[in-house]
């Protein structure tokens, strides 16, 4: 019978040295502060509201895609796995082994 601990999807493995890379530049952390609510971003969206241009913002997801902490959806919408998001509401990203606090 299996137990409800293991029924939950485990969030992706990460790599120390990517993650510390893409939360290291002050606009990608700008980024992840905004994803952090939950909401699905457009590149546009990000551009629009950082006042970047959708190519800096673009350079920066993919950055962070690479590095596992976001993700692409439909309509090439970023978001932060849900996984990686225990608490929304306060914008707490848990990578398991570093807890970033983004609601500064």
Known sequence: MP?????????????????LSAIASPMRWAILRELASGRPYAV????????QSQTSISKH?????EAGITEVGRN????????????????????????LRLDR
Request: proline share 7%; hydrophobic share 50%.
């Open 44 to 51: 546009v969206e990000l551009a629009e509201l950082l006042g």
């Open 76 to 99: 090439r919408l970023y978001s932060i796995p849900s996984a990686f998001l225990p608490d929304k509401e306060h914008r707490i990203l848990d990578l398991g082994w570093c807890v």
């Open 61 to 65: 997801m993919t950055f962070l895609r």
């Open 3 to 19: 137990s409800s601990i293991g029924d939950a999807a485990a969030p992706p493995v990460l790599i120390l040295d990517r993650v």
